[in-house]
């Protein structure tokens, strides 16, 4: 149902999602890093800065190691996420489904109160319509 309303919307069918826009972003970032280190040598510089500062390395598996733990963690956390907002959408959709049955629910109850209250309205007419035909057919003594 949301997805008919985003393809009638042609401002929402047009503009990329959030998604891809960092999803294309992240690559663009990774492009321009890749061409930086390509052109400006970045590995060969941090190998002379390294054979310079020869008591520098000893700090360079604990920052190796310390990258890895974060990569493998930052994907853990953004699964954990995913998992999450794909419960809570569930958790939602079946929410909107239940409200959206609980306005036709109340829909059907207002249709057959107005058709009560219509039917009411005609008998006490009816009634009344009677009491003024017998007063005004009534004898007078």
Do not use: C
């Amino acid at each position: 149902m949301a997805h008919a309303q985003k393809a009638g919307n042609k401002d929402t069918v047009l503009r990329p999602s959030r998604a891809l826009r960092d999803l294309v972003l992240l690559v663009a970032i990774t492009l321009l890093v890749l061409l930086l280190s390509y052109f400006f040598d970045v590995f060969v510089l941090i190998v002379k800065f390294l054979q310079k500062y020869p008591d520098k390395i000893i700090y360079i598996d604990e920052v190796i190691t310390a990258l890895l733990t974060l990569s493998i963690g930052l994907g853990i956390f953004s699964w954990r996420r995913w998992l999450e907002l794909k419960k809570e959408t569930a958790e939602r959709i079946r929410k909107q489904e239940e409200l959206l049955k609980l306005t036709a629910t109340q829909a059907e109850v207002e249709r057959i109160i107005s058709k009560q209250l219509r039917s009411d309205m005609d008998q006490m007419k009816q009634d009344v319509r009677e009491i003024l035909h017998a007063l005004i057919n009534k004898p007078r003594r």
